[in-house]
């Protein structure tokens, strides 16, 4: 585990302070020595996220590596292999690939949308990756502050992505939850963390809470905006498990379908919070229960419904 003071030198970049976790990794904003400009930088980290990390860390009003803000919940490593799926932690040497899967995967972006890639080096024989710091607010701490949230940010959401996969350069965020979307002070949304993926695409890491199915397509990206839609209207998520015997499969067969149609049973939105517009109301069933409804069909239902409002 590597240790990290505010004030050190790592490579080209002298550490500011913390700023949270990855999914498993530690990030700290840092100042090139060269430039002056700030940068996040990246550590892989075992103890950065994960299915345990709650019961081992003190829930802490402010962001440290000793314990876990509010603001965050770590994603999983998920691993789908024969004998089905189950979550686990992931070696220093899967880590590191980690760290430089997620370079080469940025790095090939190019969108206002998408944290930009600097650069990855060594340090202590590990890797960094550098990233461009984006100044603003996670909707997370938007929804915990009660800012007001414009549905116009998932629209935005919803366009790049659609960029992004019609280029190929990304066909899936695979995470997308309130701590991976930054609202800057522009009101220009940009997604953080894309779900790291192997090129066997037996490992991926996510958030089960917003991709409940651990799909590796687009339709993670539409089923996380309409639980993150529901959660804002209702407080709460509309589900605390995850069908992991048929996660990640290709949901095939009757007994398959009617167990996912059983989980898939939420309470609606309006019976916790009667003052849900019908149209939300409906989005949000389409988006966690219908197979076939998209990126495509979403965004026009936004922009129909942002046209009326």
């Not at 990206?221 to 996660?247: C, K, N, R, S």
């Amino acid at each position: 585990m590597i240790q990290i003071a505010v004030g050190e030198v790592v490579g080209e970049y002298q550490i500011t302070r913390f700023l949270g976790r990855g999914g498993f990794s530690f990030v700290y904003l840092a100042e090139d020595r060269r430039s002056g400009e700030k940068v996040a930088l990246k550590f892989g980290n075992a103890a950065g996220g994960g299915h345990y990390v709650t019961r081992l860390l003190e829930v802490s009003s402010k962001r440290t590596t000793q314990g876990i803000s509010p603001d965050e919940t770590p994603g999983e490593a998920i691993f789908l292999d024969s004998d089905g799926v189950r979550v686990d932690f992931l070696e220093q040497e899967a880590l590191n690939g980690l760290i430089r899967r997620e370079s080469e995967l940025l790095s090939q972006v190019v969108s206002p949308n998408i944290v930009k890639s600097r650069e990855v080096f060594d340090f202590e024989d590990k890797p960094v990756h550098v990233l461009e710091y984006v100044r603003g607010k996670t909707l997370r701490e938007k929804i915990r502050n009660l800012e007001g949230i414009h549905l116009n940010w998932f629209l935005s959401a919803v366009r790049a992505l659609q960029a992004l996969a019609a280029e190929e350069t990304l066909p899936y965020h695979g995470d997308l939850k309130p701590e991976n979307i930054i609202i800057k002070p522009s009101g220009k949304v940009v997604l953080l963390d894309p779900a790291y993926r192997t090129a066997d695409d037996h490992t991926c890491s996510t958030t089960p809470f917003y991709n409940p199915l651990i799909l590796r397509e687009s339709k993670a990206d539409v089923m996380g905006i309409g639980i993150m839609i529901y959660e804002i209207l209702t407080g709460t998520l509309p589900f605390e498990d995850v069908p992991w015997q048929h996660a990640g499969s290709n949901l095939g067969g009757e007994t398959v379908r009617l167990s996912l149609s059983y989980f898939l049973s939420y309470q609606p939105p309006r019976q916790l919070n009667p003052k849900t517009p019908q149209g939300l109301e409906e989005m949000i069933y389409r988006c966690i229960t219908v197979p076939s409804y998209g990126l495509d069909e979403l965004r026009k239902d936004l922009e129909d419904f942002i046209g009326k409002a």
